[in-house]
Structures are given as structure tokens and as C-alpha cells.
């Protein structure tokens, strides 16, 4: 063979290999949406929780497949929020994500900023249906970035008190005493019994973590950030005072008690339980957790202000589904379209009505169902109630160093009765090498 065939060839056999590996490059790109037996297009959703509201958000996935024939979500539940942020960025790296995942708010803007999630505009702009006005701004605004939508807000939360109210009666207590948290802290006393030194019975239980002691540190003008955000704030009187007490509470005065660790949800079920089967009188919980409630047995009050001439100001904060950019256009679009159908005027009051969270969907609370249940359910109006005058949710620009701060120092003072104003110096100092590192 001459060396002028000789190159043909090469050339040839060059030409054939790039086309090969062009052609292979494209098939990956275009990702193929899986498909049921029925021929249905797959949109598997995972989300983190528990309980009644597991069966709940089934209930609603079921009604979904049912309402339709081109699409089947298939819902794989979570040990909690966490763990489904956890397993969606391993899912991401990996190319083998959900076309659907439910998340928090701080956690689905680290994934917005790195440009891994779907612009939801793409679809809200060429939807006729879709009308931005329906929905509460201040959930919106948590799911959007620049000009688009990262992420969209299914359901509101914030934390409200809930209370025994045979013990509370018994005692002689009435619902103005939980106006301040230094006045349920003296209630609390007043309903906490001991055979000895052992407690039987606890005035109250906060929520493990740092939520319950940052809601109540911005209820007593605490702030996590100076105006410009370049000074972090959080060992500030404010909230030294604040964290100081919830740990004379528990350590020091015994009136009040957490259950922390265990898998997923344990410790919240354990807290909850304690209430329920009269080994505590009261505990700040979510709003969602009134699905799995008795409120024959349980009044719910919101949140109040840390002290006399402070002002409430818990968090109240969306739960958003996010849609990874690396699934099919399909996927996009059967995931786009639950997303529309759960936060429905119709479809989020039921599920405010069966699980105690907060609609999304202005039109929610105008449905014949839900103003029905609110007449005979007057506990399902306090999260609501307490949502007009709460703080919107604190989106940490570090990344989550802010916050985990903040979580290394609730333990140290909840469990190791470590010294409010030690623990938060030390929070503060590395969430300010974290806040300067961003500022640069």
C-alpha cells in the first residue's frame, strides 16, 4: 500500500473515530427520561419526612399520578432535610439525581449559586395558568436568584409553642403567661415535678438545635449580621442573654429538658412523645407537627418575645422542591407540572389542613375546606397568625459555616453546660474568618 492510500485511510479511520466519539458525546448529553410499564414518564421526587407527614405527601403524590396518564412521580422519602441535601449532591456529581427533591431554603441556594438547579422561570413565563401574585412573596422571594426562579416554596414553616392544657389549668395557668419566654420560663418552674432529685414531669422542652435558641435570641433584638454583612453579630448581649437562660434552664433550675441525636427525626419524636404521654407540659415544635397531634389533649400558642418591651420575631421560612439541570427535558417537565399541581390553591390546603404548615397559595385560605377546619380547629390559624410578624429565614453567604457555628455552639450549651458567652465568642470567631473570607 503507497503512503498516499496510506493516509487516506488514516484519515478515514481519524474522521470515523471522532464522529464515534461525537456521536457517543451527544447520547450522553441527551438524557433519556425513564418510563413505567404503563408507558408513564418517571419523575422521582425525594423529600425527608416522617410520619403522618410522609403519608400525607404519599396521599398527594397518589392523587397526582392518578389526576394524569403522562406522568408517575415516585416519591423515596429521606431520613430528614438533611440527609435528602446530602444524597442530592452525591446525586448530582454522580449524574444520577431525581428529577425532584424537597429542601430547605439555605440549602437549595448553595445549589442555585453553583448554577446546578433549573431555571423554574422557564416554565412559569410560558405558563397561562401561572400567576406569581397568587403566592406569598416573602416564600417566593426565598427560591429566586437574579432574574430567575431556583427553586419553588410548596409549604411555610415556623415554630409555634404547644401545652398541655389539663396541666396548664390544674395549675392554674392561663395562655397570658407565655407572652415572654422569661415568663414561661417561670411557668415552667411552677409545673415541673420531682420525686427527689429526679424530674417526673418538665415544664418544658425546646427543640434540640439551634433554631429554637435563634428564634428567640432575634425575639430578644439579637441580630445574626450587621446591616452592611460584613460584622457578625451573635455574641452580642442579646443573644448571650438569651442562650444563657435556655442553659440555667435545663442544667441549672431542671425545668426544662431536650432529647438530642438518635437517627433522622428520633430526637423531634421523642420530644413530642414526652408531651403527648405526660412527661412534659409543653414544647416548641413546627407547625407541621399538628397532623400528628391531639389538640383535645394540646393548645398551640405562637412564640413570643424573650422579655417584656421586646417583640416576637421567630423565623418563618418556605420548603422548596428544586429540579437538578441534569435530568430530561421530560423530567423537567412532569416535575415542573406536580410542582403546579401541589401548590394549587385546593391541593396546598389539604395539605395544610392534614399536616399544619403553611400554604403557599394565598387562595388556600379562602377554600370552603380550609375555613371550615380553621372554625373547628382554631390551633391550624396560630402558624399563620405568627407568620406575619416573623423574620424572614437567614440565608448564610458562607456557605453554611455561619450556621454550623452556630449548631457546634447550641450543643455545647443545650448538652455540655458550656457557658453561653463562651460558646458564642467561639462561634463568632469563626463565623467572622468565615464572613471575611466572602467579603474580600
Known sequence: MNKFIKKICIIGLVSLLAGSIVACGGASAAQKPKKTASGKIEIEYWYGLGGKLDE???KIITNFNNSQDKYEVKGVAQD???TTFKNLQAGIAAKKS??????????????????LLTNISDYTSKDTDFKEENYLE????SGKKDDGLFAFPIYGTTQVLYYNKQAFKEAGINEDSLKTWTGLAEVAKKLTKKDGIEVSFYGWEPMWGEENLIDAALSNGGKILSDDGKQVLINSEEWIEVWDSFRKWIHEDKVMKIHSGG?????????VDDVMKDKAAGYTGSSGDQGDLDF?????????????????????????????KGVSDEEKEGAYEFIKYFTSAKVSAEWAIASGYISVNKGSASTPEFTEYVKKNPQAAVPIAQAIHATKVFIDPTDGKIIDALKNAADKVEIENVSAKEALDQAQKIAQEAIQTVNK
Open 98 to 115: 431525581p428529577a425532584l427533591a424537597l429542601l430547605e431554603a439555605d440549602k437549595a441556594y448553595m445549589l442555585g449559586k453553583k448554577d
Open 56 to 58: 400525607n405527601m404519599k
Open 80 to 82: 430528614d432535610y438533611k
Open 263 to 271: 437517627q433522622g427525626w428520633e430526637y423531634w419524636y421523642s420530644t
Open 296 to 324: 383535645n389533649k394540646l393548645g398551640a400558642y405562637e412564640q413570643p418575645a424573650f422579655k417584656v418591651g421586646k417583640q416576637s420575631k421567630p423565623v418563618a421560612e418556605a420548603r422548596l422542591l428544586v429540579i437538578p
Open 138 to 141: 416573602s416564600f417566593l422571594e
